[in-house]
């Protein structure tokens, strides 16, 4: 805005309103800039509603994003008839029916208690505490060759029993250690437990003494533990609780289960055991639950509701003041209604021939655009064809073949069906010895061995000892190996060891071109031979809809540009050559969410609209600067003429008022003097 210069009276002189004048000039000069002000405001108020739009839309998407997956559609109930005996939870793949189970006992980890001490802070010794899982039959102990072998380092600072407490929590091995009192006055007893269930998970626990006595009831050796050994010679620690594992029955079926959670051994259904209760049987239903899909369907439609009612609000034109609202007969919304309205009203492409609208489970929309949901319309045709309704709102993929499995697809998969030929399955590392394997391991002679697994090295020291077979052998490599890659952070491979004739096998647990197996060191020799074989794992090749996929471990994925781009199955195995076909489906829920994504994203129509909005409001700014600014011009000049008029009438005033006072003075005609 100008301002008026300081110590400036405009009109003081003449009477004449300067500033009035001014005023109503500049008035009629700022009317371009009350327009684009006016403006620039309905401009700010598009921008608003935008935000208002995008908030419905986002609500909207956050109602279809669990439509777009099978799981509600998935949905069954799972109760025991007895509580008390535990709960179970219910996936993919489970049927509907009732099942009689009994506990005959739960699941229990091995615990393991020291001799009572004075203190937490008596000394107890240091060296090395090697824990090793497996399974007791008979006083003879079997490495358990997945949980592996794991070794602690008691260093003399850590040597109290507080000390090795600490130490064995911190180094993470599957075991936990505590210390309990019983009162006594040699009460404190170093407890370990194993914390994972199950009789494979037993406890063996060695000592390396730094007393040199690694058997002894003194020192570190004080919390060995060997079953077949003697007490006080090797068995020094007392079975508080044994290592078993969960029986129990299902429809006269006996199951035995490492942990309570039972899984998958009733398809789809895992269960989760909290009471034994031999001999009475109880039983299990599992029912198809509506509930889910319908809660998500439900909230799908109050949503989409919402999004009309905002759009309605934001578009809608009042005849009687024959005014429009912020968004009235915006292109950008009408884009946006008629792509959900076609997708919500149309044919759902890849969904099931005789299950294909959305009407078809209760979903209708009304003259006013709203949606109504007939909820006893939708679980009756759930009930009656629980996969053609999930076809209808999700993406689904399927197979023909039993040992191929769709496992996802990505942003670029069209629904389709699609041929799917093999024409290598996916094969692991393996290390064949070339001679039967040794039996006998001396310390510092052959017992280091260094082994390479899918990239990863270990080094590990074998337990010295006649092995009474090459199995007995190969359990304990194969605990030794795992129990060193389970210890390392970045390390996720892990090695079955397996015998043939006395003649090792190692195998890689990992699938693809990744997968291989080297072994090292003074041990390799006697354990594989002098030149064992070994071979590379491979990926699986093939076709998908006559195009060669990419291959990684047991994964195939449709190659990019092609129509099946992204899609990827797991092939576990079967013949080469054609397997069938891999068929994706993309239903309503999985569509609306597609379409949502791209409105509200960043390169979305949208973001586009309120970038050019907000483009917009720039430029009006800088227009409006430069307007103001010329306008102060203007009233600058508006002032300096006016105050200049006001000068020279003020002047001419003046000149005025001196004249007519000169004129007064002046002789009157036929006036007579006297003498």
Known sequence: MATTPALSSPGIGSGLDVNAIVDKLMAVERQPLDQLSTRETQVQSQI??????????????????????????????????????????????????????????????????SNGFASIASTVGSGTLTFTFGTYDAGVFTPNAQ??????????????????????????????????????????????????????????????????????????????????????????????????????????????????????????????????????????????????????????????????????????????TQQGSVLTGDGTVRRVQTQLRSLIGGTIAGASGTLNTLSQVGIKTGSDGQLTFDTAKFNAALASNESAVEKLFAATGGTTDALVSYTSAGTKTQAGSYALNVTQLASRGTLVGSAAAGLTITTGVNDALTAVIDGATVDVTLTAGNYASASALAAEVAARVNGALGQGSSFGSSVSVTDSGGVLTLTSARYGGASSIALSGAAAATLVGAAPTATSGTDVAGTIDGVVAVGSGQSLTAAAGTPAEGLRISVIGGALGARGTVTYAQGAGYGLDSILTTLLGDSGSLKARTDGLQSTIKDMDKRKDAMQARLDQVQQAYLNQFNALDATLAQLQSTSAYLTQQLASLPKPNSTSSD
Do not use: C, W
Request: hydrophobic letters at 45%; glycine letters at 10%; proline letters at 3%.
């Open 48 to 113: 608003s509603a935008y935000g208002t739009l995008k908030s419905a839309l986002a609500a909207l998407q956050g109602a279809v994003h669990s439509l777009a997956s099978p799981a509600p559609f998935r949905s069954m109930t799972a109760t025991f008839a007895d509580k008390d005996i535990g709960s179970a939870t219910v996936g993919d793949g489970a049927v509907a029916g009732n099942y009689s189970v009994e506990v005959g006992q739960l699941a229990q980890a091995h615990k393991l208690a």
């Open 147 to 320: 949980s592996g072998a794991k070794t602690v380092t008691i260093a003399p600072a850590q040597g109290s029993l507080a000390g090795i407490r600490d130490a064995v929590n911190a180094a993470n091995i599957g075991v936990t250690a505590s210390i309990v009192n019983d009162g006594t006055a040699n009460g404190q007893r170093l407890v370990f437990t194993s914390a994972s269930t199950g009789a494979a998970n037993s406890l063996k626990i060695t000592a390396a003494d730094d007393d040199a006595n690694n058997t002894d009831a003194a020192g570190l050796s004080q919390l060995a533990y060997d079953p077949a050994a003697l007490a006080g010679a090797g068995k020094n620690l007392a079975e508080k609780v044994v290592a078993q594992d969960a029986l129990l029955t299902i429809d006269g079926i006996d199951i035995q289960s490492s942990t309570n959670t039972v899984k998958d051994a009733i398809a789809g259904v895992t269960l989760n055991l909290t009471q034994a209760d031999p001999g009475n049987p109880t039983t299990l239903s599992i029912a198809q639950s509506p509930g889910a899909a319908g809660a998500a369907v439900s909230a799908f439609v109050k949503a989409y509701n919402d999004l009309q009612t905002t759009i309605t609000n934001l578009t809608k034109y009042d005849t009687t």
